[in-house]
Protein backbone atom coordinates (compact mmCIF):
# COMPACT_ATOMS: atom_id res chain seq x y z
CA UNK A 1 0.00 0.00 0.00
CA UNK A 2 2.71 2.34 1.04
CA UNK A 3 4.42 1.91 -1.80
CA UNK A 4 1.71 2.58 -4.45
CA UNK A 5 2.25 5.43 -6.26
CA UNK A 6 5.51 5.64 -5.78
CA UNK A 7 7.53 6.23 -8.84
CA UNK A 8 10.38 3.94 -10.07
CA UNK A 9 12.29 2.31 -7.41
CA UNK A 10 10.99 -1.16 -8.80
CA UNK A 11 13.51 -3.83 -7.86
CA UNK A 12 14.00 -2.18 -4.49
CA UNK A 13 10.34 -2.30 -3.79
CA UNK A 14 9.87 -5.84 -4.83
CA UNK A 15 13.49 -6.97 -2.77
CA UNK A 16 11.92 -5.10 0.26
CA UNK A 17 8.27 -6.24 -0.16
CA UNK A 18 9.57 -10.28 -0.13
CA UNK A 19 11.53 -9.60 2.89
CA UNK A 20 8.38 -8.28 4.49
CA UNK A 21 6.49 -11.11 3.38
CA UNK A 22 8.80 -13.63 4.71
CA UNK A 23 9.32 -11.96 7.96
CA UNK A 24 13.17 -11.58 6.94
CA UNK A 25 13.80 -8.57 7.96
CA UNK A 26 16.96 -7.37 9.39
CA UNK A 27 17.39 -4.51 12.30
CA UNK A 28 19.50 -2.28 10.21
CA UNK A 29 19.36 -1.32 6.62
CA UNK A 30 21.68 1.25 5.00
CA UNK A 31 20.10 3.07 1.65
CA UNK A 32 22.84 4.68 -0.53
CA UNK A 33 22.48 7.15 -3.59
CA UNK A 34 23.22 10.50 -5.03
CA UNK A 35 21.61 13.65 -3.91
CA UNK A 36 17.98 13.61 -5.05
CA UNK A 37 17.66 10.00 -5.80
CA UNK A 38 15.02 9.74 -3.28
CA UNK A 39 16.41 8.15 -0.47
CA UNK A 40 14.30 9.80 2.14
CA UNK A 41 11.09 8.95 0.85
CA UNK A 42 11.87 5.80 -0.35
CA UNK A 43 12.90 5.17 3.54
CA UNK A 44 9.49 6.58 4.53
CA UNK A 45 7.47 4.69 2.69
CA UNK A 46 9.24 1.61 3.18
CA UNK A 47 8.92 2.12 7.10
CA UNK A 48 5.10 2.55 6.66
CA UNK A 49 5.52 -0.82 4.89
CA UNK A 50 7.04 -2.07 8.38
CA UNK A 51 4.73 0.17 10.33
CA UNK A 52 1.67 -1.79 9.46
CA UNK A 53 0.36 -3.85 12.15
CA UNK A 54 -1.65 -5.93 10.36
CA UNK A 55 -0.06 -6.77 6.25
CA UNK A 56 -1.69 -8.47 3.67
CA UNK A 57 0.50 -10.71 1.51
CA UNK A 58 3.52 -8.67 2.56
CA UNK A 59 1.80 -5.30 2.14
CA UNK A 60 0.92 -2.93 4.19
CA UNK A 61 -2.87 -2.49 5.06
CA UNK A 62 -3.64 1.29 4.73
CA UNK A 63 -6.38 0.56 7.17
CA UNK A 64 -4.96 0.07 10.46
CA UNK A 65 -3.39 3.45 13.18
CA UNK A 66 -0.29 2.75 11.97
CA UNK A 67 -0.81 2.72 8.08
CA UNK A 68 -3.37 5.70 8.68
CA UNK A 69 -0.62 7.86 10.79
CA UNK A 70 2.10 7.31 8.28
CA UNK A 71 0.21 8.51 4.98
CA UNK A 72 0.38 12.25 6.71
CA UNK A 73 3.65 11.26 8.01
CA UNK A 74 2.21 11.65 11.66
CA UNK A 75 3.32 8.25 12.94
CA UNK A 76 5.80 9.05 15.25
CA UNK A 77 7.03 5.31 15.61
CA UNK A 78 8.72 6.31 12.26
CA UNK A 79 11.49 9.00 13.85
CA UNK A 80 13.20 10.95 11.24
CA UNK A 81 16.72 11.45 12.89
CA UNK A 82 18.51 14.51 10.85
CA UNK A 83 21.19 17.68 11.67
CA UNK A 84 20.48 21.23 11.26
CA UNK A 85 24.10 21.85 9.09
CA UNK A 86 23.44 18.27 6.72
CA UNK A 87 26.50 17.08 8.12
CA UNK A 88 24.89 14.05 10.01
CA UNK A 89 23.96 13.46 13.40
CA UNK A 90 26.63 14.00 16.16
CA UNK A 91 26.62 11.90 18.99
CA UNK A 92 24.45 13.27 21.43
CA UNK A 93 21.94 13.39 19.02
CA UNK A 94 22.49 9.41 18.83
CA UNK A 95 22.57 9.01 22.07
CA UNK A 96 19.16 11.05 23.01
CA UNK A 97 17.25 10.60 20.38
CA UNK A 98 17.87 6.76 19.32
CA UNK A 99 20.37 5.27 21.78
CA UNK A 100 18.50 5.95 24.76
CA UNK A 101 14.85 6.16 23.12
CA UNK A 102 14.83 2.38 21.36
CA UNK A 103 13.67 1.14 25.10
CA UNK A 104 10.20 2.58 24.47
CA UNK A 105 8.36 0.51 22.89
CA UNK A 106 6.38 1.61 19.56
CA UNK A 107 2.90 3.55 20.36
CA UNK A 108 0.31 2.32 17.51
CA UNK A 109 3.54 0.14 14.92
CA UNK A 110 4.77 -3.38 14.45
CA UNK A 111 8.34 -1.39 15.20
CA UNK A 112 9.67 1.42 15.81
CA UNK A 113 11.84 2.73 12.92
CA UNK A 114 14.84 5.46 13.06
CA UNK A 115 15.94 6.90 9.99
CA UNK A 116 19.12 8.34 10.12
CA UNK A 117 19.94 11.17 7.39
CA UNK A 118 23.45 12.33 6.09
CA UNK A 119 24.69 8.52 7.81
CA UNK A 120 27.57 9.53 6.40
CA UNK A 121 28.48 12.43 7.93
CA UNK A 122 28.51 11.08 11.13
CA UNK A 123 32.00 11.52 12.82
CA UNK A 124 33.68 8.27 14.83
CA UNK A 125 32.21 8.62 18.06
CA UNK A 126 28.37 9.03 16.86
CA UNK A 127 28.54 5.87 14.44
CA UNK A 128 30.45 4.09 18.11
CA UNK A 129 27.16 5.37 20.00
CA UNK A 130 24.78 3.87 17.49
CA UNK A 131 26.91 0.50 17.13
CA UNK A 132 26.41 0.02 20.76
CA UNK A 133 22.21 -0.20 19.82
CA UNK A 134 22.80 -1.80 16.85
CA UNK A 135 24.84 -4.96 18.79
CA UNK A 136 21.51 -5.52 21.01
CA UNK A 137 18.36 -3.86 19.56
CA UNK A 138 15.57 -4.47 20.78
CA UNK A 139 13.19 -7.08 18.88
CA UNK A 140 11.16 -4.15 17.42
CA UNK A 141 13.59 -1.47 16.29
CA UNK A 142 14.73 -0.89 12.97
CA UNK A 143 17.34 1.83 12.22
CA UNK A 144 17.62 2.75 8.65
CA UNK A 145 20.96 5.15 7.70
CA UNK A 146 20.53 7.10 4.46
CA UNK A 147 23.30 8.01 2.89
CA UNK A 148 25.48 9.22 -0.50
CA UNK A 149 28.25 6.46 -0.34
CA UNK A 150 28.87 3.81 2.72
CA UNK A 151 32.53 4.13 2.68
CA UNK A 152 32.39 6.62 5.93
CA UNK A 153 30.25 4.01 7.80
CA UNK A 154 32.31 2.00 9.94
CA UNK A 155 32.81 -1.22 9.06
CA UNK A 156 31.36 -2.77 12.28
CA UNK A 157 27.75 -0.92 11.48
CA UNK A 158 28.08 -1.87 7.76
CA UNK A 159 28.35 -5.78 8.51
CA UNK A 160 25.41 -5.37 10.61
CA UNK A 161 23.31 -3.38 8.13
CA UNK A 162 22.18 -5.05 4.52
CA UNK A 163 23.00 -2.24 1.94
CA UNK A 164 20.78 -1.12 -0.39
CA UNK A 165 21.83 1.28 -3.33
CA UNK A 166 18.50 3.16 -5.20
CA UNK A 167 18.75 3.17 -9.03
CA UNK A 168 18.57 5.94 -11.53
CA UNK A 169 15.57 6.69 -12.82
CA UNK A 170 14.94 5.95 -16.39
CA UNK A 171 13.90 8.68 -18.66
CA UNK A 172 10.22 7.55 -19.12
CA UNK A 173 10.21 8.05 -15.46
CA UNK A 174 11.96 11.60 -15.52
CA UNK A 175 9.54 13.03 -17.66
CA UNK A 176 6.49 11.17 -15.50
CA UNK A 177 8.04 12.95 -12.49
CA UNK A 178 8.25 16.42 -14.51
CA UNK A 179 4.45 15.70 -15.30
CA UNK A 180 3.79 15.22 -11.94
CA UNK A 181 5.66 17.73 -10.41
CA UNK A 182 4.01 20.40 -12.66
CA UNK A 183 0.61 19.02 -11.19
CA UNK A 184 1.40 19.11 -8.14
CA UNK A 185 2.61 23.19 -8.50
CA UNK A 186 -0.55 23.75 -10.66
CA UNK A 187 -2.71 22.90 -7.85
CA UNK A 188 -0.79 24.45 -5.08
CA UNK A 189 -1.27 27.53 -7.12
CA UNK A 190 2.71 28.19 -7.03
CA UNK A 191 4.44 28.89 -10.48
CA UNK A 192 6.22 25.66 -12.58
CA UNK A 193 8.91 26.59 -15.25
CA UNK A 194 8.56 24.42 -17.78
CA UNK A 195 11.61 23.00 -19.70
CA UNK A 196 12.60 21.16 -22.93
CA UNK A 197 12.34 16.97 -22.24
CA UNK A 198 16.01 16.91 -24.18
CA UNK A 199 17.44 19.15 -21.54
CA UNK A 200 15.64 17.99 -18.32
CA UNK A 201 16.46 14.44 -19.41
CA UNK A 202 19.94 15.10 -20.19
CA UNK A 203 20.23 17.33 -16.60
CA UNK A 204 18.37 14.98 -14.14
CA UNK A 205 20.75 12.63 -15.35
CA UNK A 206 18.47 9.93 -13.34
CA UNK A 207 18.07 11.54 -10.38
CA UNK A 208 14.49 12.90 -9.85
CA UNK A 209 14.97 15.58 -7.28
CA UNK A 210 16.79 17.77 -10.19
CA UNK A 211 13.57 18.22 -11.92
CA UNK A 212 12.80 20.62 -9.21
CA UNK A 213 16.03 22.30 -8.84
CA UNK A 214 15.25 23.62 -12.64
CA UNK A 215 11.62 23.80 -13.08
CA UNK A 216 10.86 25.70 -9.94
CA UNK A 217 12.42 29.12 -10.62
CA UNK A 218 13.47 31.03 -13.85
CA UNK A 219 16.42 31.91 -12.71
CA UNK A 220 18.19 28.69 -13.97
CA UNK A 221 17.23 30.04 -17.89
CA UNK A 222 18.80 32.93 -17.63
CA UNK A 223 22.15 31.41 -16.24
CA UNK A 224 22.45 29.18 -19.17
CA UNK A 225 21.90 32.44 -21.32
CA UNK A 226 24.41 34.23 -19.61
CA UNK A 227 27.06 31.02 -19.69
CA UNK A 228 26.21 31.13 -23.39
CA UNK A 229 26.77 35.10 -23.48
CA UNK A 230 30.11 34.65 -21.81
CA UNK A 231 31.84 31.12 -23.59
CA UNK A 232 31.18 33.70 -26.61
CA UNK A 233 32.72 36.61 -25.26
CA UNK A 234 36.02 34.74 -23.65
CA UNK A 235 36.28 33.10 -27.13
CA UNK A 236 36.20 36.30 -28.67
CA UNK A 237 39.20 36.81 -26.39
CA UNK A 238 37.42 39.56 -24.30
CA UNK A 239 38.72 39.47 -20.31
CA UNK A 240 35.71 41.54 -19.03
CA UNK A 241 33.61 38.65 -19.92
CA UNK A 242 35.82 36.20 -18.90
CA UNK A 243 35.63 38.12 -15.41
CA UNK A 244 31.70 37.96 -16.12
CA UNK A 245 31.59 34.27 -16.65
CA UNK A 246 34.18 33.41 -13.55
CA UNK A 247 31.19 35.33 -11.38
CA UNK A 248 28.67 32.81 -12.27
CA UNK A 249 30.59 30.11 -10.79
CA UNK A 250 29.29 29.97 -6.97
CA UNK A 251 32.41 27.93 -6.98
CA UNK A 252 32.73 28.97 -2.83
CA UNK A 253 29.30 27.83 -2.37
CA UNK A 254 29.61 24.74 -4.33
CA UNK A 255 26.36 25.88 -6.15
CA UNK A 256 27.58 24.96 -8.99
CA UNK A 257 26.33 21.58 -10.79
CA UNK A 258 24.20 23.38 -12.63
CA UNK A 259 26.38 25.90 -13.96
CA UNK A 260 28.75 23.05 -14.98
CA UNK A 261 26.07 21.15 -16.71
CA UNK A 262 25.20 24.06 -18.80
CA UNK A 263 28.17 25.06 -19.56
CA UNK A 264 29.42 21.51 -20.90
CA UNK A 265 25.76 20.87 -22.72
CA UNK A 266 26.27 24.49 -24.71
CA UNK A 267 29.95 23.30 -26.04
CA UNK A 268 28.82 19.34 -26.57
CA UNK A 269 26.00 20.71 -28.47
CA UNK A 270 28.23 22.53 -30.53
CA UNK A 271 30.69 19.94 -31.25
CA UNK A 272 27.29 18.15 -33.06
CA UNK A 273 26.76 20.75 -34.74
CA UNK A 274 29.78 21.18 -36.16
CA UNK A 275 30.55 17.58 -37.01
CA UNK A 276 27.06 16.01 -37.68
CA UNK A 277 24.88 19.43 -38.91
CA UNK A 278 21.76 21.00 -37.79
CA UNK A 279 19.56 17.89 -37.89
CA UNK A 280 21.65 16.18 -35.18
CA UNK A 281 20.10 15.88 -32.13
CA UNK A 282 21.18 18.65 -29.44
CA UNK A 283 19.93 19.73 -25.63
CA UNK A 284 20.25 23.37 -26.40
CA UNK A 285 17.34 22.93 -28.62
CA UNK A 286 16.24 27.29 -28.12
CA UNK A 287 19.91 28.36 -29.27
CA UNK A 288 20.39 26.05 -32.00
CA UNK A 289 21.54 28.45 -34.34
CA UNK A 290 23.07 30.87 -32.22
CA UNK A 291 25.27 27.30 -30.86
CA UNK A 292 25.74 26.59 -34.45
CA UNK A 293 27.36 30.28 -35.25
CA UNK A 294 29.68 29.76 -32.26
CA UNK A 295 30.69 26.26 -33.03
CA UNK A 296 31.88 27.93 -36.69
CA UNK A 297 33.26 31.11 -35.23
CA UNK A 298 35.57 29.33 -32.60
CA UNK A 299 36.41 25.83 -34.25
CA UNK A 300 35.77 21.96 -33.28
CA UNK A 301 39.26 21.91 -31.69
CA UNK A 302 38.63 24.94 -29.11
CA UNK A 303 35.07 24.07 -28.38
CA UNK A 304 36.63 20.61 -27.77
CA UNK A 305 39.30 21.61 -25.74
CA UNK A 306 37.09 23.62 -23.52
CA UNK A 307 34.61 20.80 -22.84
CA UNK A 308 38.12 19.18 -21.77
CA UNK A 309 38.89 21.79 -19.40
CA UNK A 310 35.35 22.23 -18.32
CA UNK A 311 35.97 18.65 -17.42
CA UNK A 312 38.33 18.87 -15.78
CA UNK A 313 37.71 21.85 -13.31
CA UNK A 314 34.89 20.08 -12.15
CA UNK A 315 36.48 16.87 -11.13
CA UNK A 316 39.25 19.13 -9.18
CA UNK A 317 36.12 20.87 -7.69
CA UNK A 318 34.49 17.84 -6.36
CA UNK A 319 38.07 16.82 -4.95
CA UNK A 320 37.63 20.09 -3.23
CA UNK A 321 40.63 22.35 -5.24
CA UNK A 322 40.95 25.61 -4.81
CA UNK A 323 37.63 26.37 -6.25
CA UNK A 324 37.93 30.07 -7.22
CA UNK A 325 41.45 29.15 -8.62
CA UNK A 326 40.58 26.29 -10.63
CA UNK A 327 37.57 28.38 -12.44
CA UNK A 328 40.18 31.24 -12.87
CA UNK A 329 42.34 28.85 -14.61
CA UNK A 330 39.70 27.12 -16.68
CA UNK A 331 38.71 30.35 -18.42
CA UNK A 332 41.92 31.20 -18.92
CA UNK A 333 42.81 28.41 -20.62
CA UNK A 334 39.83 28.53 -22.59
CA UNK A 335 40.24 32.27 -23.55
CA UNK A 336 43.71 31.51 -25.39
CA UNK A 337 43.17 30.70 -28.81
CA UNK A 338 45.07 27.19 -29.02
ZN1 LIG B 1 -1.69 -1.28 8.27
Redesign the pocket.
Known amino acids: MAFDGLLGQNELKERTATLIRNGRLSHAYIFSGPSGIGKRTFARKFAAEVA????VEGK?????K??ILAESDNNTDIRIISSKDGKGPGVDTVRWEICDDVAKAPLFSSRKIYIIENGDGMNDSAQNALLKTLEEPPAYVMIIILCGSVLPLLETIRSRSVAFELERYNDDEILEAYGNLKRKYAAEGKPFFEKDRELLVAYADGIIGRIEDVCANDTINDTRLNIFNGLIGVFSGDPKARIELGRIFDAKNKNYDFIFFAMMSILMDAMVLERCGPKAKIMNTDLKNKIADMAVNAGYYRIKNSLFLADECYKNLKRNAAAELSVDNMLIRMEKRA
Open positions: CTAPSCGRCAC
